[in-house]
T-cell receptor
Framework: EDQVTQSPEALRLQEGESSSLNCSYT??????LFWYRQDPGKGPEFLFT???AGEEKEKERLKATLTKKESFLHITAPKPEDSATYLC???????????FGPGTRLSVLP | DVKVTQSSRYLVKRTGEKVFLECVQD?????MFWYRQDPGLGLRLIYF???????EKGDIPEGYSVSREKKERFSLILESASTNQTSMYLC?????????????FGAGTRLSVL
């Protein structure tokens, strides 16, 4: 069964304290790994897609990396406005639907 | 920019009422999806559609139905609302897998069934 797990479940950082979020998946034939940001009470907002091991994508203080079995979202010198839930997802084995992870709830304290 | 619009941000309904949640996308996407999101359970797929008048059950279709009469519009219907359907409902659309596959989400509808 396709599965996506994320760790930690929640993370509290001080402003400027860098860290990483993890997304592990067990789907055969990866067709991309997708990162989303979700603010409270809103829909998920697309951040990155990664397609092959070794690929990296960056956006402001966020950098996503991909290996054969997991992805990391690195947050460098975070600010309070980076506080959100970060979701990762992979297409299922049929390729049409997404399997979402449970998310990591990030809080960045001033 | 892709825009997925859900008709209501907040809804309060009574048990037994028929509830319609509407979703419209402006990017001519073939695929549309309805999810519900609950604390501790994450995003769960209710129904999806790959084309007009086509629909497929997701992981939790019980108590729901959908309608896709036009490509841009995908409606979720709660035939007889129950309290356990209180949740955040999210609509998404995407192009086919060979065109990027990214799912774009609406802002969500928070439904309370009393």
């Amino acid at each position: 069964e396709d599965q996506v797990t994320q760790s930690p479940e929640a993370l509290r950082l001080q402003e400027g304290e860098s860290s990483s979020l993890n997304c592990s998946y067990t789907v055969s034939g990866l067709r991309g790994l997708f990162w989303y940001r979700q603010d409270p009470g809103k829909g998920p907002e697309f951040l990155f897609t990664l397609y092959s091991a070794g690929e990296e994508k960056e956006k402001e203080r966020l950098k996503a990396t991909l290996t054969k079995k997991e992805s990391f979202l690195h947050i460098t010198a975070p600010k309070p406005e980076d506080s959100a839930t970060y979701l990762c997802a992979v297409p299922d084995n049929y390729g049409q639907n997404f399997v979402f992870g449970p998310g990591t709830r990030l809080s960045v304290l001033p | 920019d892709v825009k997925v619009t859900q008709s209501s941000r907040y809804l309060v309904k009574r048990t037994g009422e028929k509830v319609f949640l509407e979703c419209v996308q402006d990017m001519d996407h073939e695929n549309m999806f309805w999810y519900r999101q609950d604390p501790g359970l994450g995003l769960r797929l209710i129904y999806f559609s790959y084309d007009v008048k086509m629909k497929e059950k997701g992981d939790i279709p019980e108590g729901y139905s959908v309608s896709r009469e036009k490509k841009e519009r995908f409606s979720l219907i709660l035939e007889s609302a129950s309290t356990n359907q209180t949740s955040m409902y999210l609509c998404a659309s995407s192009p086919p897998p060979n065109s990027g596959h990214i799912q774009y989400f609406g802002a969500g509808t928070r439904l309370s069934v009393l």
